[in-house]
């Protein structure tokens, strides 16, 4: 059974960066797709950011973002590491959320709230954006 955690949420002031964690201890999580996804209490789930597993070929992971947090966020995967990242800059109020990392066996993460589609789901880490 994977378990993610996730790590490296906090308080931060607004415009400030905060860089957030996935990880599966005992597993290499190159051969899972893993997305980002953050939910604000009384809303819906949504997609942040999702990189793509390997694929058995020497290209790069492919990567999307929501609209919303392009060119501010930036997804990758450290595999030496087994450890996923989302780089979080510019970072506004409403990005506050709970933010959690979840992996799939699909090539690509689902677009249906609430699940994705993903098979494993973290426990979440909280960002608070502060003005």
């Known amino acids: 059974q994977l378990h993610l955690v996730e790590s490296g949420g906090g308080l931060v002031q607004s415009g400030g960066s905060l860089k957030l964690s996935c990880a599966a201890p005992g597993f290499n999580l190159e051969y899972y797709t893993i997305g980002w996804f953050r939910q604000v209490p009384g809303k819906e789930r949504e997609g942040v950011s999702c990189?793509?597993?390997?694929?058995?070929?020497?290209?790069?992971?492919?990567?999307n973002y929501a609209d919303s947090v392009k060119g501010r966020f930036t997804i990758s995967r450290d595999n030496a590491q087994h450890t996923i990242y989302l780089q979080m800059n510019s970072l506004k109020d409403e990005d506050s959320a709970v933010y959690y990392c979840?992996?799939?066996?699909?090539?690509?993460?689902?677009?249906?709230?609430?699940?994705?589609?993903?098979?494993?789901w973290g426990k979440g880490t909280l960002v608070t954006v502060s003005s």
């Open positions: 990189i793509t597993k390997y694929d058995g070929t020497t290209n790069d992971p492919a990567t």
């Open positions: 979840a992996a799939t066996h699909s090539l690509w993460c689902g677009r249906q709230s609430p699940t994705y589609g993903m098979d494993y």
